[in-house]
């Protein structure tokens, strides 16, 4: 400090006769100064192909303007994960079951929606299951191009990116169906398109082909921060929900989501997370 006192009190003192700054004369005693580090501009967001979306109001009730059960289901699901946002990373989100036909699509739909209520955030849903994905259908969307023709090199991320509901919901549709995407779901360029996403968006919603029956959840739970486990109250399998359950427990399994639960419906207050009121 004294040294750098002393380089300022002569700069003053031969300002006059040198012409030279004070700046100038510190330069001389404690080196140049180092150039600023560039500021890297926010992430633009691609602009999305616009389409007029048809959502079916019975898979997606956040578009109908009556309230229900359900709906205050999954707010409060969005406020438990902000809560544990604010303890860890948590903006890619994947959404699987067990088994199919217990309400993930559903949930990881909706569960989309509603954090795109909040016209603050930026959120996309991204259909990742290439063998059947049914999301389209939810919001009468097109489903190609899709996930399948980026990870085949066939389109750009910017040409998949949708949009047709609230203006900061976005949506990536599984694109032309396939019976084996396993290599695609695995390659590098689906890691790629999630770093590209998170630079984008506060939330990326994943949704998957049920994780007893294929490995591609397993694959997308690595690149993803935490899990959420859809269980059908009453039909999923205990042994298969097991099972599924012990694996995401090793990919940061964040919590269960009961579906369609007797109990739940006549009393609010007794779940863990969530329940949803429609299957998938």
């Not at 694109?175 to 084996?180: L, M, V």
């Not at 009393?267 to 949803?276: F, I, L, Q, T």
């Amino acid at each position: 400090m004294s040294r750098i006192y002393e380089a300022l009190q002569k700069a003053q003192k031969e300002k006059q006769s040198s012409g030279r700054t004070g700046i100038s004369m510190l330069e001389e005693m404690v080196g140049p100064r180092r150039a600023e580090e560039p500021v890297e501009p926010p992430a633009a967001l691609a602009v999305p192909v616009q389409h007029v979306w048809s959502p079916d109001k019975a898979k997606m009730p956040f578009f109908d303007t009556a309230d229900s059960l359900g709906k205050e289901q999954l707010r409060t699901l969005r406020s438990r994960l902000y809560q544990l946002r604010e303890q860890r990373r948590l903006s890619a989100l994947l959404i699987s079951s067990a088994m199919a036909g217990e309400g993930k699509s559903f949930t990881a739909a909706n569960l989309a929606h509603v954090f795109a209520l909040q016209r603050e955030r930026r959120v996309v849903l991204v259909d990742c299951d290439l063998r059947r994905g049914t999301l389209a259908s939810f919001f009468g969307a097109p489903h190609t191009p899709g996930l399948s023709e980026y990870l085949n090199g066939e389109v750009s991320h910017e040409e998949i990116l949708q949009s047709g509901g609230p203006e900061n919901f976005f949506f990536i549709p599984c694109g032309t169906r396939i019976q084996q995407p396993g290599e695609l779901i695995s390659s590098s360029r689906m890691g790629r398109l999630l770093e590209q996403l998170r630079a984008r968006f506060d939330w990326i919603i994943v949704d998957t082909p049920p994780a007893a029956l294929f490995s591609d959840a397993s694959v997308l739970a690595d690149l993803c921060d935490g899990v959420l486990f859809v269980v059908k109250s009453g039909a999923t399998p205990i042994r298969q929900a097991k099972i599924a359950s012990l694996e995401f427990k090793k990919k940061s399994l964040l919590g269960v989501v009961l579906n369609q639960s007797a109990d739940v419906l006549q009393d609010a207050s007794y779940y863990a997370y969530a329940s949803a009121e429609a299957q998938e």
